[in-house]
């Protein structure tokens, strides 16, 4: 920790963000590569056929409307279907192949739910924590109270927005819009791919349903 002028501050070396937080304030200091600090996507799909469509429906909303990559507002895009459709193999493939087109050079991070599976569901607070580990900030500098941490997701995405990074955040395996509504970040420098069981209704979002594919095209899948 470093102490200058009678203000405390946590400092940590490597190549990860870090997120001080001291009463209201919050301060981020990127790392050099800011990109490198939030590419936190699982591997995608070995290999994926029989989607073209569904995936050029998801990803399309995601195009850069502007020189300096600004879209037309928030966006937030669902791709739906049953348990076994593949929902999270396209959302995952989506976001692979926009980093890679260089529309979002923040890169991407994943966050993963299990909104349907046996548990508790995460809330609003253990959603917004596991973010700011997605986007590279160490586990001693998140806030312990919910205000702070969603203070804090701001603060990071802002700041690599100013920064000129646009990040793809992917959340999958949503549960309901309540889940995540208040997650949602709302800037639009920072879209957001769901993945759901049904259509989200409570959610202003692009829907992308996933069929089950003919049985030729799902033996190759």
Same mark, same amino acid.
Do not use: C
């Given at each position: 920790? %470093?102490?200058?002028?009678?203000?405390?501050?946590? !400092?940590? $070396? +490597? +190549?990860?963000?870090?997120?001080?937080?001291?009463?209201?304030?919050?301060?981020?200091?990127?790392?050099?590569?800011?990109?490198?600090?939030?590419?936190?996507?699982?591997?995608? &799909?070995?290999?994926? #056929?029989? %989607?073209?469509?569904?995936?050029?429906?998801?990803?399309?909303?995601?195009?850069?409307?502007?020189?300096?990559?600004?879209?037309?507002? /928030?966006?937030?895009?669902?791709?739906?279907?049953?348990?076994?459709?593949?929902?999270?193999?396209?959302?995952?493939?989506?976001?692979?192949?926009?980093? *890679?087109?260089?529309?979002?050079? @923040?890169?991407?991070?994943?966050?993963?739910?299990? +909104?349907? +599976?046996? @548990?508790?569901?995460? =809330? &609003?607070?253990?959603? #917004?924590? /596991?973010?700011?580990?997605?986007?590279?900030?160490?586990?001693?500098?998140?806030?312990?109270?919910? $205000? *702070?941490? #969603?203070?804090?997701?701001?603060?990071?995405?802002? *700041?690599?927005?100013?920064?000129?990074?646009?990040?793809?955040? !992917?959340?999958?395996?949503?549960?309901?819009?309540?889940?995540?509504?208040?997650?949602?970040? =709302?800037?639009?420098?920072?879209?957001?791919?769901?993945?759901?069981?049904?259509?989200?209704?409570?959610?202003?979002?692009? #829907?992308?349903?996933?069929?089950?594919?003919?049985? &030729?095209?799902?033996?190759?899948?």
């Amino acid at each position: 920790m %470093r102490r200058s002028g009678g203000n405390a501050a946590h !400092v940590f $070396p +490597g +190549g990860t963000l870090s997120v001080v937080v001291q009463g209201r304030n919050i301060t981020v200091r990127l790392p050099r590569d800011a990109a490198d600090a939030v590419r936190g996507l699982p591997a995608g &799909p070995a290999v994926f #056929t029989g %989607r073209d469509g569904e995936l050029a429906h998801a990803a399309y909303v995601f195009a850069p409307l502007t020189p300096d990559g600004s879209l037309n507002g /928030r966006v937030v895009s669902v791709v739906t279907g049953a348990t076994g459709v593949g929902k999270s193999a396209l959302a995952l493939k989506v976001a692979h192949d926009l980093v *890679a087109a260089g529309w979002f050079t @923040g890169g991407a991070v994943f966050v993963a739910l299990h +909104g349907h +599976g046996a @548990g508790d569901h995460p =809330g &609003p607070d253990a959603i #917004t924590a /596991r973010l700011l580990g997605s986007l590279g900030v160490p586990d001693e500098a998140i806030p312990a109270d919910a $205000p *702070a941490r #969603t203070a804090a997701v701001r603060a990071v995405l802002t *700041a690599l927005a100013d920064a000129g990074h646009r990040v793809l955040i !992917v959340l999958d395996d949503v549960s309901s819009g309540d889940q995540v509504g208040s997650v949602l970040p =709302g800037s639009e420098a920072h879209p957001v791919l769901l993945t759901a069981r049904h259509t989200l209704t409570d959610l202003d979002a692009h #829907t992308t349903e996933l069929h089950p594919l003919p049985e &030729p095209a799902a033996e190759r899948r």
